[in-house]
């Protein structure tokens, strides 16, 4: 079950990293895309996203720790 959600997870990591390069280019763009009025909500909504994977990697990540220490193995990082 770990190893799935691990793999889950590095398989979803391509596609965070994709949206926050999308927000930060509108972000960036925004004369093009109309969005001077959204400029505080977008930068929110990166930070926000931001630190929610970060929390889910964290959590696993923990998982991950207290299964090996059960199971006597050492974590690899």
Do not use: F, Y
């Not at 972000?27 to 929390?55: F, G, K, S, Y």
């Not at 299964?67 to 193995?73: A, P, S, V």
């Amino acid at each position: 079950m770990l190893q799935s959600l691990c793999h889950e997870i590095k398989q979803r990591r391509r596609g965070v990293a994709s949206i926050l390069r999308l927000c930060q280019h509108l972000l960036d763009d925004r004369e093009t895309c109309n969005l001077n009025a959204d400029h505080q909500p977008m930068q929110l909504i990166i930070v926000n996203l931001e630190r929610r994977w970060e929390a889910i990697v964290m959590q696993a990540v923990q998982w991950q720790t207290r299964l090996q220490k059960k199971m006597g193995t050492e974590p690899s990082v």
